[in-house]
């Protein structure tokens, strides 16, 4: 028998039995579809944490005051002495390291900032000229921070797009002069418009020379300090480098932890990328389902159509051609099935970007090619057993049947 | 040729082994008309299956031109009733969502011939048996003679030496009987094998040589000149 009659003779009896089929189709599809719009939710909901990580800046490393560790317990804990805190000294030291580019020294706080008789509270960054370029911002206004010796304070800031808006409206803002907390800054520049990364909205900030904002929050600490590594091949020896330049200056104590965007980016991609897994594993039973639920309706072929296989032997079909018959109607319910499920699931992802723009939900080909073969595998493999017993029936009692 | 002998058919039923066929003996030679007759359960379809291939012998030999179709494995036995044998039942056994032209092509389709040939081979047989015009009808859309004559047209589109009918009148009133009988007596005539198995006298009467059967046993052989 010839591969196109078989997959047209398949089809025939496809046909002749249509609601049945076209529930076969249906089950198959939502169990492919499934698989596909689960693994595309997965995947963007992955790649949005990733883009999130990196639109913070590249090949950055972060400085942060303590040990996360909490292994054993040190002198100081006894003493109940807290962690020496990061000074500007420790940031610019850094820059010893051949494998660092440029640092940008981050201290935080509060305050309010009034102009006229519009005032808000206000989140204060205190950093560099470098932090801009670190933090890839961009301005949409006038300039960044003048560079400076970071221990030389300024009187000026660059607002963030929100706090511009809140406090001056329409008016020009550049030049003007903003209190914050008990001294005047004269405003140089604004923000463009970022919205949110990592919870850290910087429309909403106001940055300050690191020497303004220790003057203004009275404290010598840092709460970060941000460092950009030459290349990414450089993250890893930057770290090192950071690490023991910042044991140095605190005496040989480790009391500082740097973290890699790369770590924790590692982290976050594996973790999401497991779940995109899990996901999609659940979306394969259903697929299995659909599989068994095949192979129920070839068991009822093959007992609806006993004469027609009986026929089939007498007019001389040997075993493996009803196998092959059986087979190719199996495959042929699973291939239409992948198919249909296939542009369900393009669709449903679509329809997922349209409602949530800031998902990249798009099924990874990976995912697409298991459903589709999962479809067709568990098709035809659970079409073994009823083409094996249309194989095996015997031709005088299966012509007698009425 | 045809050459049963020392052929036993024993069912297992409910326990208690029944013979079909006993210490059956038979030698039909090529292009002969032969009728098996007799009461329901004497063996007869059993006898018609084994030698159609559809039923194996408990023990005995059956060689077909020639050669021993007994020791046969499934697959090289669907290739002999493929191509030496062709069937003609009682209740047609059309594949009722095909075509009758398709259910003429059937075998040839199992028989992995190409398209081309399949459909000449198709309208030269639809032609001569006048159904030309029933090419495109499914079987629910003939009647009964016709979907016999479709019957006979796909049993014999292999051109098979032997031809296996059973009751091929049996749902079909006496006129249009008599058309089909014709029609199959037309084939012997080419040199095709027919046996014919029937309960009814007047048609088994037809054949050139008639078997009586009782109890899986030929109780009688008779031979008659050509009606």
């Given amino acids: 028998m010839k591969l196109s009659d078989v997959i047209r003779f ?40 990733t883009g999130q990580f990196s639109s913070l800046g590249t090949n950055l490393i972060i400085v942060f005051p303590g040990r996360s560790e909490t292994a054993g317990s040190s002198p100081g804990m006894l003493l109940g002495q807290t962690p020496r805190d990061l000074r500007l000294e420790d940031a610019t030291a850094l ?102 990364s990592m919870g850290f909205n910087t429309d909403e900030l106001v940055i300050i020379p690191v020497a303004s904002a ?8 840092l709460l970060r300090v941000l460092i950009e590594a030459k290349s990414r091949e450089q993250i890893e020896p930057a770290r090192k480098e950071a690490e023991e330049i910042l044991i140095k200056q605190h005496n040989g104590e480790r009391d ?47 007992a609806q159509r006993t004469q027609e296989i009986g026929l089939l032997k007498a007019l001389g079909a040997p075993p493996h051609e009803i196998r092959r018959i059986f087979f190719a109607e199996a495959a042929l319910l699973s291939l239409i099935g992948s198919v249909v499920g296939l542009l369900l699931g393009e669709a449903g992802s679509m329809v997922i970007r349209q409602l949530y723009p800031v998902l990249p939900a798009y099924a990874p080909w990976w995912s697409v090619g298991a459903a589709c073969a999962t479809a067709l595998g568990t098709g035809i493999l659970f079409s073994v057993w009823p083409a094996r017993r249309a194989a095996k029936l015997d031709p005088v009692m299966a012509l007698s049947r009425r | 040729m045809i050459e049963l002998s020392g052929v036993n058919r024993i069912f297992n039923v409910g326990g208690q082994e029944v013979g079909a066929l006993r ?61 030496k044998i062709g069937f003609v039942f009682q209740s047609f056994h ?55 004559r479709v019957a006979i047209a796909r049993a014999t589109i292999m051109r098979p030496s032997v031809l296996l009918a059973d009751e091929p009148t049996g749902n079909l009133d006496r006129a249009t009987g008599r058309e089909v009988m014709a029609l199959l007596e037309q084939l012997v005539g080419q040199g095709v094998t027919l046996v014919l198995v029937t309960h009814d006298a007047e048609i088994g009467g037809r054949a050139a040589r008639q078997l009586h059967m009782v109890d899986g046993r030929i109780v009688s052989d008779t031979r008659q000149a050509a009606v």
């Fill in chain 1, 10 to 49: 398949a089809g025939g009896s496809l046909q002749g039995t249509r609601s049945r089929t076209l529930l076969m189709i249906l089950a198959m599809s939502i169990g492919v579809a499934a698989v596909v719009i689960l693994t595309a939710l997965g995947e963007g909901a992955r790649r949005y944490v």
């Fill in chain 1, 256 to 302: 500082v932890t740097v973290v890699t965007q790369d770590a924790v980016l590692a982290t976050f991609d594996r973790v999401l990328r497991a779940l995109t897994l899990a996901v999609a594993g659940i979306a394969a039973i259903s697929l299995s389902v659909a599989g068994v639920l095949i192979m129920n309706v070839m068991l009822i072929a093959v």
């Fill in chain 1, 214 to 221: 220790h003057m203004l929050f009275n404290t010598q600490a």
């Fill in chain 2, 23 to 83: 210490e059956l003996d038979l030698t039909l030679a090529d292009s002969e008309y032969v009728s098996i007759m007799g009461p329901s359960g004497s063996g007869k379809s059993t006898l018609l299956n084994m030698i159609g291939l559809l039923d194996r012998p408990s023990s005995g030999t059956y060689r077909l031109d020639g050669r021993d179709v007994t020791t046969l494995d499934d697959e090289q036995q669907a290739r002999v009733r493929r191509e």
């Fill in chain 1, 95 to 196: 820059l010893r390291s051949s494998h660092i580019r440029r640092i940008a020294p981050v201290a935080v706080g509060s305050t309010q900032a009034s102009q006229n008789a519009r005032n808000r509270e206000v989140v204060v960054v205190g950093s560099t000229a470098d932090f801009m370029t670190i933090r890839h911002m961009e301005l949409s206004q006038g300039q960044f921070l003048p560079a400076l010796d970071p221990r030389e304070a300024s009187p000026v800031c660059v607002l963030g797009a929100t706090i511009k808006q809140e406090l001056f409206g329409n008016e020009q803002a550049v030049g003007a002069w903003l209190r914050l907390g008990d001294r005047r800054f004269r405003v140089i520049g604004v923000l463009d418009k970022q919205g949110e």
């Fill in chain 2, 94 to 148: 059309l594949v009722p969502r095909l075509t009758a032209a398709t259910n003429i092509e059937l075998p040839m389709i199992l028989a992995g011939i190409s398209p081309e040939e399949r459909k000449a081979r198709v309208d030269a047989l639809l032609n001569s048996y006048g159904l030309s015009d029933r090419a495109d009808h499914r079987p629910d859309q003939l009647s009964g003679g016709q979907r016999q």
